[in-house]
DNA sequence: GGTGTCTTCTTTTTT
DNA sequence: AGAAGACACC
């Protein structure tokens, strides 16, 4: 392949661009509209400090945050300068940190073969720490105090400044299940995603002279979406550069739609305060969208206040019109985005590959998938339940990394019965006691328990087999590669015929899903030479769904609003356009969260290239029925912008009276629900009558609480008095007919 | 200790 | 609507 000349590199960009690629002078930030080119940058500025010398390929760190953005980057840096790119530290904040505490994690009192628990694992964690902490989940639920603790780690805190903090009583319990989850990972050797970026700022700052040899190998580093980057990601970035003084932060505050992970876009509003010398470019020019389209997503975006001010221009012309389609409910709208796709296929000589379908949430994917099936247009979906969260594979991977690292009880934890082994509640309880008392890890316990008298004679000899089925593997795993041990371990647990006794389609996926697993093990090996069983587990668990999204196929996307960052199509449809939905009910009373709810429209829209289709249901199936309104976003886009097929459609006073079951007497529903808010409150008196869907018809005896907490208590005709929660419980208000 | 049924609870977005 | 947990029965 012949390399790139510097003329080369520079030639194909504009002038900003190619400035932004040639400036040499200190930080940079690089504020990038969608579509501007930005990707183009990055690597063409790597090529750049290649190709003349700034910098060795491995004294560069390039952070992106998904790793199939930087396998694309790898990519083009690749056709630009040649192998060197693969000595680039490029990957994920989370792999590269992964990679640097597995090789220096030792300072810190880190083992290499630690385990990285995904979020499932640590809420599991959680769970049993407040089982056993005796903290009901009635108003602190596993999920809370995940996102809780999350959140407190990406803020650089630990248990004891988190527990300094806490002021009202719940954060003093998430303070004191903080506590006891840290312990219990030390414990088994184990992180979580926080602690990846966590950790290496403790090992950092405690250990300057290590600091000190990475601020010096790198000597130019890169941030890609520097708006979604959370303090701790900001600290590490910051801390590795504060010698050479050499970043680049390349982001969009328009498309920070990640504040619910912890993303702080104070990170890139605040970087000129940060590093005051600063050069700043700004990408205005737009490559990929038509004028209409620009002009939609820009209006809508702009009724944010938190941003700074932008033009994105373009030289394209102004293509079609962004189309809205208002169906009577979501079928229709499925039935609409499928006649859509097969009248552009038909028409304009469409693929199905040039067609992405977006939505707010992953449960709205079903009908589309549906709709799609049925037409016989072939798609992807990218999201969802993900190959490597599936029970089955979790369960594979929980007798991997027991293996690896013997220490990690909660694998173990989830594998001791998986398949049956006659090990309940009791057995387990005894071999816990066991471990405590021996101040071992669960592990260590199960290799005693052949001998311990209080467990079951039965029972100690399906411990003892167990426990050399896993000694055997974890003596024998530096030998074989990570594919063949897994094969064998699971041959000798009997986990397959574990997975076919369940013969129905679901348990049939499941083998599949195995034998899917085991082959990617195997593609793993040969792809990596020295790819042993720790790297494997290392890379499986910072693996995302989009990681794996294979563009070449050529099926209609369909994925979420926040999985279509980076990418873009001919066509996109963004769908369930309604209030409550997008923007989502918990983020209408919040200005900052509606404000990110718009910035992701934003993000949506301006995935499109030629065309953009909108779509709202007026009447909505969310378990019970709920009726749409039109989203504000709609409102937002310029008419001149917007040509409307369909017609609104108020569902309202129109349900015959059959459509109550069981009332002998007439009762006509009123126009909505009154599952939340204020508004309907006023309804809902002690003494009126009400229709449950499941319930059927009652009285209200008692209410307490307000708005989304209201607590009702209601006499149900046919199952008595039941008190529920007003948010869920879906009432519909019943008023007498006067007319039957 | 396993299995089946009933009840309760959950619905955001994901590295 | 569907999953996970609780509970009861085997």
């Given at each position: ?32 509209g ?11 500025k ?58 220096e994690?030792?300072r810190?009192g ?19 720490v ?20 999350n ?29 006891e ?5 030390q ?45 701790a ?39 000129e ?6 050069k ?11 004028k ?21 221009w ?70 969802g ?29 989830r ?9 309940g ?37 399906r ?20 594919g ?54 290392a890379?499986?668990s ?55 709810e ?51 459609v ?18 006509q ?16 008196k ?55």
């Amino acid at each position: 392949m012949a390399l790139s000349s510097v003329e080369d590199i520079l030639g194909k960009l504009n002038p900003v661009q190619r400035e932004a690629v040639e400036y040499n002078g200190g930080p940079i930030l690089i504020l990038a509209g969608a579509g501007s080119g930005k990707t183009r940058v990055i690597t063409h500025k790597i090529a750049y400090i290649i190709a003349t010398r700034q910098a060795k390929p491995w004294e560069i760190l390039a952070l992106t945050f998904t790793n199939k953005a930087a396998g694309e980057m790898k990519e083009r840096i690749r056709t630009l300068v040649g192998k060197g790119a693969d000595l680039i530290w490029m990957g994920t904040f989370h792999s590269i940190f992964a990679r640097i505490l597995r090789k220096e994690g030792e300072r810190i009192g880190l083992s290499r073969n630690f385990t990285i628990y995904d979020e499932e694992d640590q809420q599991g964690v959680i769970k049993g720490v407040m089982k056993e902490l005796d903290l009901s989940a009635q108003e602190l639920t596993p999920r809370t105090v995940r996102s809780r603790i999350n959140r407190a780690k990406d803020a650089l805190l630990g248990p004891g400044a988190y527990a300094e903090g806490a002021e009202d009583f719940i954060a003093q319990r998430v303070a004191q299940i903080y506590s006891e989850y840290e312990k219990r990972l030390q414990a088994a050797n184990a992180l979580d995603f926080a602690d990846l970026l966590l950790k290496p700022v403790r090992m950092f700052r405690s250990h300057p002279d290590l600091l000190g040899v990475y601020q010096k190998q790198f000597s130019a580093i890169l941030v890609d979406e520097y708006q979604d980057t959370n303090h701790a990601q900001s600290v590490l970035t910051d801390l590795l550069a504060a010698r050479h003084r050499n970043i680049c932060v390349v982001g969009d505050d328009d498309q920070s739609i990640y504040s619910w992970r912890g993303a702080d876009v104070g990170n890139i509003l605040g970087f000129e305060q940060n590093y005051p010398n600063c050069k700043i470019f700004r990408l205005e020019q737009n490559y990929r969208s038509t004028k209409t389209i620009l002009g939609a997503a820009g209006a809508v975006v702009s009724h944010n206040r938190r941003r700074k001010p932008k033009t994105l221009w373009t030289s394209r012309g102004d293509g079609e019109v962004v189309t809205l389609m208002k169906m009577p409910d979501e079928r229709e709208e499925v039935l609409g985005v499928v006649r859509k796709i097969e009248t552009f296929m038909a028409e304009d000589k469409r693929q199905p590959r040039d067609f992405a379908v977006l939505y707010r949430t992953n449960a709205q994917s079903r009908g589309l998938e549906e709709g799609l099936r049925r037409a016989g247009i072939p798609y992807t979906i990218v999201g969802g339940i993900r190959f490597y969260e599936r029970r089955e594979i979790k369960d594979v991977l929980a007798y991997l990394r027991v293996v690896v690292n013997p220490q990690d009880d909660f694998s173990l934890l989830r594998i001791i019965n998986v398949p049956p082994r006659g090990i309940g509640a009791v057995t387990l309880s005894r071999l816990k006691e066991l471990a405590r008392q021996q101040g071992l890890s669960l592990f260590g316990a199960l290799k005693l328990a052949g001998e311990e008298v209080s467990i079951l004679p039965e029972k100690r000899k399906r411990l003892k087999q167990l426990n050399s089925v896993l000694k055997k593997y974890g003596s024998s795993r530096k030998k074989v590669s990570p594919g063949e041990l897994a094969r064998g371990l699971l041959d000798d647990v009997g986990y397959w015929e574990y997975l076919e006794q369940d013969s129905t389609p679901k348990g049939e996926d499941r083998v599949e899903n195995v034998k899917e697993l085991l082959r990617g093990m195997e593609e793993f090996s040969t792809l990596h030479a020295e790819g042993n069983l720790e790297a494997f587990l290392a890379e499986v668990s910072l693996l995302t769904d989009i990681d794996s999204w294979d563009d070449r196929k050529n099926g209609v996307t369909m994925m979420t609003l926040h999985a279509a960052k980076g990418l873009e199509f001919p066509v996109v449809f963004i769908t369930g356009l309604e209030e409550g939905l997008f923007p989502l009910a918990s983020n209408l009373d919040d200005p900052a969260q509606l404000e990110e709810e718009r910035r992701l429209f934003y993000v949506g829209a301006t995935r499109a290239e030629e065309r953009l289709l909108l779509s709202c249901a007026f009447r909505r199936r969310r378990f019970g029925g709920q009726y749409g309104i039109p989203s504000r976003f709609i409102d937002e886009v310029p008419t001149e912008y917007l040509e409307t097929e369909g017609e609104d459609v108020t569902w309202g006073a129109a349900f015959s009276p059959e459509d109550i079951t069981g009332t002998e007497k007439t009762y006509q529903r009123i126009e909505d629900e009154y599952s939340m808010g204020e508004e309907g409150d006023f309804r809902l008196k002690v003494g009126q009558t009400v229709h449950h869907s499941r319930f059927g018809r009652g009285r209200i005896l008692g209410k307490s609480g307000f708005g989304e907490m209201t607590r009702l208590v209601v006499d149900f005709e046919k199952s008595g008095r039941k008190r529920l929660l007003l948010k869920y419980a879906h009432l519909q208000v019943l008023y007498e007919d006067e007319d039957s």
